[in-house]
């Protein structure tokens, strides 16, 4: 088949999505402009007419990931509703399912080495999502005296650092490899330890509420 070179439909996006495929599967590292190139079915030269080279793709991919990730987390989030706590939950649960979801897209932003401050557009969407657990934290920590509040950056950061880790650990490959519960049921049961120790649940509140 020849190849279209310039001539593609989109090949900005065709480039990002040949991208997102090869991240997944072979990480940050794994791949070369020519192999995306090839996926989306153009010349080796093509990608150049919109990307440097391949940190700028995977920047881009970043800024795509990031504006997806807002979208879902402000859905889950629904303005605190029905209650700060299973909003707060919500959010959590959003996390792992992003991570499920778009592999490739959440590689890129987390696990690139790209900074989320590369661009000032890939910077507008890592705040974008942010803002979305800073403003779950400090609806739910709203109930904790002054003296005892942790700041709302390090309490959603808390959270966004749990959520990360059992992404990391139990949340790929084959399910229950690793531990016999489910990625969720880490995350809720985590996050009623930590919301404890914050006086925030009772020794005997369930997590969800």
Known sequence: MAKRGYHHGNLKQALVEAATTLIADRGPQGFTMAEAAKLADVSAAAPYRHFTGREELITELARQGFILFADLLEYAYKDGQPSPLAAFEAVGRAYLAFARAHPGHYVAMFESGISPRATS????????????????????????????????????????????????????????ARAPFSPEDLLESGIGIYLRGLGLLGPDDEPRG
């Open 121 to 176: 557009d890939l910077a507008n969407a890592s705040a974008r999502a942010n803002a979305v657990l800073l403003r779950a934290a400090a609806d739910l920590s709203a109930r904790i005296p002054d003296a005892q509040r942790p700041p709302t950056e390090m309490f959603a950061a808390h959270i966004s650092a749990m959520s990360h880790g059992i992404v990391e650990l139990y949340a790929r490959g084959t399910p229950g």
